[in-house]
């Protein structure tokens, strides 16, 4: 028997060794985007990189994102697996086309002739004290597009895991990485990181009898945070990290929610029109005999997102959770 | 110490190592597009090429002709006409080699013709039964693009990526005067420049992007001087010159394959028809314009060339039409038989693998399908004829 | 009393007139876009607009769609009221970041210094034999976008009266014009044309007392459609047309779905991720203990926006909706 | 009959009425940047013109190293230093008239500071209490651009909007060299090509995008060479060089006003400090090229001008030292009391009239606020201290 080299690892240093172990096992793994090579990338994530594998496959690209996508799906075309780094996810936005017109529908459009196995890493959220454009969730718009998946990692173990799935993945995954938790540490094992489980599983964090909390990404430690505060309250709060958005793992929900009959969806991202009205409507659909309250939400308000100053005005928090859980309509049970 | 002297003591200096980084002047183009038909040159062109380019124009004007004649029928959705532009299509097509790949427009389905594709499978997405009629690897030849100027950044990264194989592979690219002003174009002539990718971007100004023409597109002296913005080199060439489009875009595509990296072309051409059929071109433009160009036409200037040579003769005229006639008649009838359809397909290819959304959906639509061929009598409602 | 010459207009035309009415009645407003000058755009729907107002007003732009509404955002800073059109839904995706990240923002960035009164005239839907890029339903997008207002007629006099209204509005709208309703004609009379509304006011299009259909834009003609056919199974449908997505006029959906009980959500966009996510979430939470059933939805497929030969299969037709409403447990009313 | 007689009666025309639409040689920069300090012309500069600009730049080097201070006190969230781009800085600012607009990019606070802008107005972005700490329209400063090159189509659309009222108006926007790359760029600069609008682009070329060097952004001979491509002169100077950046400037404005269109002008500079505080340069640049620019540095330019004209004399020079050390010191002073912050005013802008959602936000959130104030005693939570 091995003894397990466990310490304690960041999410953004499991993301880089997640680039780094699928650059090392598959030669048409490339990494491209602004600042990723000789600087590691502004959060670091790709760091070592180029020099490991040299400038050709982490690469510095000009400053323009439709072209970064734009050359990926080339590449992709002449069957590369180009991994795209976004610098931040409001700088997303001017490869949209190419995300909506072509990366989602290639596959489709050449009836599966030719696949788009990108990758695009796209740091996201709040928390950060980003100045504007820095601290957008920009899910929605990923989600309503199909032919794209939507990862999310709230874990360091869920980083590596997800990241290598996704690459591997044979469809375009937009992978968003929680940026306020990419300083976050847990013991982790990079000697042999945790086997990559197929993106599409939701996992139950926290099991919990008094209803289900459905989360994602950056608002995972906010919710197991406050399931442990619900005690007091005499709430057993079951906490889902949905880890993927696209496909939804409707199977975890349901089983879940049917079993507790109350839900909390709880995203950083604005509520209107975000992604949980989408999580919302279906757990209605599916779970509405064993439901004593509405599916609620706990979202960023519906606003531009804050100056930093302001900023814990808008995200979601254990006091906003927990009134929502208190308005589940506990007297209807009693 | 006079002043000077003292300017000398402290003349500062200039930023560090600054200098051009490439010299501009040969990325500048001619002042005249390069033309090579009614003039010295054309004598010097090959026999064996003209010929074949004049074989091809017949051929790509009557596949115009005929896609035309389909929309009339109901047998295309659509059709963006390159009449009058046959000699960019054919000689992008004649310029590339197997390997090397094809980036089309939505205009461009002749060029895929001319470069060996299937006519029906080049009009699927105009017909309407899928977004692409083939395989783009098979032929090397990307899915015509609908969005302008997006299939540029694409070019390069396959170029990219072909270089950093070790394969020798040129991509050719092309796109309309109107598709120059989009960000696409710009962040990929920049992308090549930068990676030294081996690409040719080929730009056909035909006068118009819809309604609008390149005055109001443009104010630069021609669409290739963009090119030294980049740091290629930037080529005119009259577009409706067979003999000279093709010279020049073998030309870049040689160049792109020895590694001297992207070329930009313009070729200076027109469309002679309404941006498609569902255009009323009378709305913009007057018709001495358009029979301006009629003595220029690219079939014509060929004709001109084979006729002073003595080489184009009554067989060989016939022998020409004769072809070019039978690939129209096999296209009428292939195309007036309505394509296999089969709903089911719709959720084939949205991802690799199915998810559990798409499989409940596509388990409802196959129960009302079944469900519709029972109302039927079984005979089964074909979606051709219900569009 | 005066006589009203009433005669038979396409929505097309209504839209047409508006455009003119309002740069008649305020100098400041100016239209852009590719081909909307000499042509009077793919769609005529400013048709003699160049004629009667000149270049300057009515301007054919370059083809580069950020360009445009970058553009505009500069022309609504000098106190201009720019009037956009995107030639087709798909082909406003370029202009994203500018929509996204200014568009959107601008007022809320400069504390009301700078407003943006832009519309963004986009003919979205599928229905009309388009090729790809021809025919996406982009709504979901806008609606996930704080600070901007999202818009849609489904009728010759909401066209006239809603385009008026955002023209008005001192916030950028994305005026959402459905392609294949351009062609829908009634009786108008274009020289007193319905009084300008508010935009952000649902309307109940036809009254019911069974189950309420929530639709707006192209879904409404078939919403209605289904309503008759509705009545053979005994159904008694109520038929909202939301005609505003942003601001949504909560108060109009909760009265008819408290008074029904039940509800099926309408649209051509894709399901997962659409409009309907939304709405149905709100409609659970406002109207819990009035649902006898889960809302319902009935949405394009999530897909692709199918080549037209197939694009009958994605569209909700009819007989889906009647399916839905079917499924809305009538057996727990008897 | 000659085969040269006989092309004579079958030469085609050219395609009808080419030619280059402007002549591209004015168009072209000049191999190297525009200088004036240290050469002949300097001589002849304005006193009055140089002591302004010693004034400035002193000011503005000041302005730098108090901003990088607060960021080090937690003052300033981030900031973006353009230390050793004072000279650009400042030139913007002088050369524009009160009616005219700046439209600034991130990294240019100083400009906004220069044209007159209060320095804590022009930091509330970096600092984070806001996103914008002014009113646009009453300085003619637009809010700085934080997505890059996103600013050019709005400076493009206000000149043009400006012009269509019969205003004279000039809008100068400023950009990086990393943010040329941006189909932003490219859109803007061919719309206000073909619009003839009254504006200069003025890009900084500084060397990096963060840490990308400009070899891997372009391989343009200059990035002043783009402007052929939209039919604009392209100009290039000594960004270090005040007088040179200021006359320059200054002529480009001219030339908008007398209606003669864009001009697009690339300054060549050095970013003397790491991105921003937040960065580390170290790992990607040597120090050695940094130090060789130090001798280039745009204040030791105008100082070596003035003291060999005798007119820096310690006076002077502890006059100037004393006004920037007063600014500095004003702006510490002012920077280091907590911003006055309202959290009800995160839905007061969003839309001109809220709408029933985001009034039902704003008194959730308001309860919140004073349920937070009643278990505080009454002494509420300040949002600064929070951060
Ligand atoms: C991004 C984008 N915007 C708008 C359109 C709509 N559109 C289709 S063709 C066309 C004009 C294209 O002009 P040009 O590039 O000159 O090509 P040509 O039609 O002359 O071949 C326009 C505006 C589009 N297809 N894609
Ligand atoms: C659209 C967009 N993409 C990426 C970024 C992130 N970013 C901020 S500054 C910067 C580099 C800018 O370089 P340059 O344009 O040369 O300006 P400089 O920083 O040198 O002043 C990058 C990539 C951004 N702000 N906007
Ligand atoms: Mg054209
Ligand atoms: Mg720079």
Redo the contacts between chains.
């Keep these: 028997m091995t003894t397990v080299a466990v310490k304690p690892a960041t999410m953004g240093q499991a993301l880089g060794r997640a680039l780094r172990d699928a650059m090392a096992d598959d030669p048409s793994v490339?990494v491209l985007g602004?600042?990723v090579?000789?600087?590691?990338g502004?959060f670091r994530v790709t760091d070592g990189l180029a020099e490991e594998f040299g400038d050709?496959r982490c690469t510095?690209?000009?400053?323009?994102?439709?072209?970064i996508?734009?050359?990926?799906?080339?590449?992709?075309?002449?069957?590369?697996r180009?991994v795209v780094e976004m610098q931040f996810d409001?700088?997303a936005?001017?490869a949209?086309?190419?995300l909506?017109?072509?990366v989602?529908?290639?596959?489709?459009?050449?009836?599966?002739?030719?696949?788009m196995p990108i990758t695009i890493r796209v740091p996201y959220g709040g928390g950060i004290?980003?100045?504007?454009?820095?601290s957008d969730s920009s899910e929605?718009?990923y989600?309503?597009?199909?032919?794209l998946?939507v990862v999310t990692p709230a874990t360091v173990a869920d980083a590596y895991g997800l990241l290598r799935a996704s690459i591997a993945?044979?469809?375009p995954v937009v992978f968003l990485e929680p940026k306020r938790l990419y300083w976050s540490k847990a013991d982790w094992n990079p000697d042999a990181p945790s086997a990559v489980e197929p993106i599409?599983k939701a996992v139950v964090r926290r099991a919990g009898r008094s209803a289900t909390l459905l989360t994602y990404g950056p608002s995972v430690p906010v919710c197991l945070e406050a399931a442990e505060a619900a005690r007091a309250e005499g709430w057993d709060l079951e906490v889902v990290d949905l880890r993927s958005l696209?496909?939804?793992d409707?199977?975890t929900v349901t089983a879940s929610v049917r079993r507790t009959g109350r839900a909390v969806v709880v995203h950083e991202?604005?509520g209107?029109?975000?992604?949980?009205?989408?999580?919302?409507?279906?757990v209605?659909?599916r779970c509405?005999h064993h439901l004593e309250?509405?599916?609620?939400?706990v979202a960023g308000?519906?606003?531009?997102y804050?100056?930093?100053?302001?900023e814990?005005?808008?995200l979601p928090g254990v006091?906003?959770i927990l009134d929502a859980v208190a308005r589940l309509q506990w007297e209807a049970e009693s | 110490m006079t002043v000077m002297e003292q300017r000398g003591a402290y003349r500062p200096a200039p930023p560090p190592a600054w200098q051009l980084r490439t010299d501009p002047a040969p990325l500048l183009p001619d002042v005249e597009p390069y033309r090579v038909l009614g003039t010295e040159a054309a004598r010097k062109a090959d026999q064996e090429l003209l010929l074949r380019l004049h074989g091809e124009l017949v051929r790509g004007r009557r596949y115009n002709t005929q896609a035309t004649a389909l929309t009339k029928q109901g047998r295309l959705a659509v059709y963006p006409s390159s009449t009058g532009q046959e000699a960019c299509e054919i000689a992008a097509a004649l310029a590339l080699r197997a390997q090397d790949w094809l980036f089309p427009s939505y205009r461009d389905t002749l060029a895929a013709v001319a470069r060996g594709l299937d006519p029906v499978a080049a009009l699927t997405l105009l017909r309407g039964d899928w977004h692409t009629g083939y395989d783009p690897r098979e032929h090397r030849i990307a899915p015509l693009s609908t969005p302008l100027a997006t299939q540029l950044p694409h070019a390069v990264g396959l170029a990219h990526a072909a270089r950093l194989k070790g394969d020798d592979v040129v991509a050719l690219a092309m796109v309309g005067d109107g598709g120059t002003s989009e960000g696409d174009f710009h962040e990929a002539l920049n992308f090549a420049a930068v990676w030294q990718a081996p690409v040719v971007f080929f730009v056909q100004n035909n006068g118009f992007a819809i309604s609008v023409p390149l005055a109001k597109q443009t104010a630069a002296p021609s669409l290739a001087h963009k090119a030294v913005g980049y740091g290629m080199p930037g080529r005119l060439v009259d577009g409706n010159d067979a003999v000279a489009v093709h010279e020049v875009l073998s030309e870049a595509v040689r160049r792109a394959r020895e590694g001297g990296g992207p070329t930009l072309v313009e070729a200076v051409t027109y469309r002679m028809e309404a941006h498609t059929n569902a255009d009323d071109a009378t709305r913009y433009r007057q018709d001495a314009e358009v029979e301006a160009w009629r003595d220029h036409d690219p079939v014509l200037l060929v004709e001109r060339e084979l006729t002073a040579r003595g080489l184009l003769d009554e067989d060989r005229r016939s022998a020409v039409r004769e072809d070019a006639e039978a690939m129209a008649a096999d296209l009428r009838e292939r195309m007036n038989r309505d394509p296999a359809l089969d709903p089911m397909d719709l959720f084939a290819h949205v991802y690799a693998e199915q998810t559990s959304q798409l499989r409940e959906q596509a388990a409802q639509l196959r129960a009302e399908l079944e469900a519709e061929n029972e109302s039927d009598g079984g005979a089964g409602q074909t979606d051709g004829a219900a569009r």
Excluded at chain 1, 37 to 40: K, N, S, V
Excluded at chain 1, 70 to 80: K, N, R, S
């Design positions: 490339h602004e600042d090579g000789t600087l590691g502004v050709d510095d690209t000009p400053l323009a994102e439709a072209g996508l734009g050359a990926a799906v080339g590449m992709a075309m002449y069957g590369l180009p409001a700088f936005y001017p949209f086309e190419q909506i017109s072509h989602s529908r290639m596959r489709n459009r050449t009836r599966g002739g030719m696949p004290g980003g100045v504007e454009h820095h929605a718009y989600m309503a597009t199909p032919g998946h993945s044979d469809d599409g696209v496909p939804f409707d199977e991202s604005g209107f029109g975000g992604p949980g009205g989408e999580i919302a409507a279906r209605s659909e509405f309250a509405p599916v609620l939400r308000l519906d606003i531009p804050p100056p930093p100053m302001l814990r005005h808008h006091d906003r």
